[in-house]
C-alpha cells in the first residue's frame, strides 16, 4: 500500500507544472532598419549629404514604463530594443517630424510570453506603406 502511495504521489507531483523564472526574458524578435529617400533611395542618415543625424533620429512608443530610445543605431542600420511586441513605434527623426511604425507578428507558444506568446514581426509598415525586407533589414521610404 505505501508503494503504491507513493507511486501515485510521485506521479501527481510531476504531473502540476512547475513555474519557469521569466525574469527578463525577451518576448519579440527585434527588427533593424534603414530610412531612405523615397525616390532616390539613398540613405538620409549615412549618404554624403545626410538629411537626419542619426543621434536625432529614434524609435519611441507610448506604452507606459518604456519611455526614451527603443531603438539604437550601429552605422548602418538602426535596430530595435523593446522585450515586448509592440503593434506601434513612432519614428522620431527631428523635434519636428515624426513618423508612424505599424507592425504585425506571427506568434509562437511561450509561457513566460502570455498572453500571445513569443511575438516575430511579419508586416512592417512606415507611415501607411509596406515597408521593403532587403536582407535583415527593413527599409522605411520617407
Known sequence: M???FFYLSFVLINAIPT???CTGRVCTDGFSFRLV???TKQDLITSGT???????VYLTTHLPGYP???SHF??????SRLLIPVDTFFLRVSSTDI???LIR???KNDDCCAPNGFGTPSTIKFNGSVAQKVGNIYIFEK
Open 2 to 4: 505505501k508503494l503504491i
Open 99 to 101: 513618423d508612424t511604425v
Open 50 to 56: 545626410p538629411v537626419y543625424r542619426a543621434d536625432s
Open 74 to 79: 550601429d552605422g548602418t542600420a538602426f535596430s
Open 37 to 39: 529617400d523615397k525616390i
Open 105 to 107: 507578428y506571427n506568434y
Open 19 to 21: 513555474c519557469n523564472d
Open 68 to 70: 526614451g530610445f527603443m
